[in-house]
């Protein structure tokens, strides 16, 4: 068996030919077929087929980059749905790597990202890896134009429905159901929702910080309020709803030395209230929380005193 063009590794076999490499493939025969092959359509990879039966195996071929790859083998020949997943499946990840093309990970935050004319440009931040993929693939398949995007987009692969929403050229997916019949106004809702959440530290969503001081303009734009149905939002509220969501941001027990002021109190009337969170470096542990109560302007002290502002 002739091994022209080949090229041995421990792990692959390379078919070279003229320093061009043609293709990598994990074990010598299908390296020896597809060599044969390439040799007999003179080495023109234009005429490489999707389809190659070899004896009773058929394998499903496709050009990337100027490569043949070799996505999967079959004992029935596959029909074209499954060839057109196999060759979108491989040019998303076509080194296998974990996120494959365009998807990095920073903390806990999925980017995607992409040279452009010599340019980095990012085109979304999400916390889940399935969002992220979803809208790489979209991007992929539309020539990474985000104005293709609509307002509700099918997920092939997961077999869902997402809601979608393009601000300052960032890609959000707000939402997934498992049908197209899906309530915009809630999902907005829920989404400028969860945006304050994060700003006012009731949630963490780093992947919707960007977003944090533009609550009223997308407000106005969805025609929409952040709604839920614990916590009160807003911009220029009052001050008495203004003061609950600091205090909902406070910690537990910041929460407890705060409540436990009324109107004013003494470091030891504060403490005998507190007497059942009591736990080592417990009076250390009060003046750090009044300490911090003072810094956000919430109390003040008045000699012995500490006063609700």
């Known amino acids: 068996m002739s091994e022209k063009y080949i090229r041995q590794n421990k792990r692959s076999c390379s078919i070279v030919k003229s320093s061009k490499t043609y293709a990598k493939l994990s074990n010598l025969e299908d390296a020896i077929f597809i060599r044969d092959f390439l040799i ?3 080495w023109n990879l234009d005429d490489i087929p999707q389809i190659l039966k070899k004896e009773d195996i058929y394998l499903v071929l496709t050009v990337y980059d100027d490569k043949i790859y070799l996505l999967a083998k079959y004992k029935q020949k596959p029909n074209d749905e499954t060839i057109n997943k196999l060759v979108k499946k491989h040019k998303r990840n076509p080194n296998n790597s974990k996120y494959g093309l365009n998807i990095s990970k920073i903390a806990d935050t999925y980017v995607i990202s992409k040279q452009i004319a010599g340019d980095s440009y990012v085109f979304g931040l ?12 979209f991007l992929m398949d539309h020539q990474w134009n985000i104005n293709e995007f609509g307002k509700i987009e099918y997920d092939e692969d997961a077999n869902t429905y997402k809601a979608v929403l393009v601000i300052d050229d960032y890609v959000y997916v707000l939402d997934s159901f498992d049908t197209a019949d899906i309530d915009l106004e809630k999902t907005y809702e829920d989404f400028l929702s969860r945006i304050s959440k994060h700003k006012y530290g009731l949630a963490n969503y780093p992947h919707l910080d960007r977003l944090k001081n533009k609550i009223s303009e997308l407000e106005d734009e969805l025609n929409v309020k952040a709604i839920d149905d614990v916590w009160i939002f807003g911009e220029g509220i009052e001050q008495e709803d203004a003061l609950s969501d600091i205090i909902f941001t406070l910690s537990p027990f910041e929460k407890s030395v705060y409540d436990a002021i009324d109107t004013k109190a003494t470091f030891n009337e504060i403490k005998q209230k507190l007497v059942r969170y009591k736990t080592k470096n417990f009076e250390d542990k009060i003046n750090k929380n009044l300490d911090e109560l003072i810094g956000k302007e919430l109390i003040e002290k008045d000699g012995e005193y500490y006063l609700k502002c």
């Open 40 to 42: 007999d359509i003179d």
């Open 126 to 137: 999400y916390d889940d890896l399935r969002d992220a993929e979803f809208v790489r693939n």
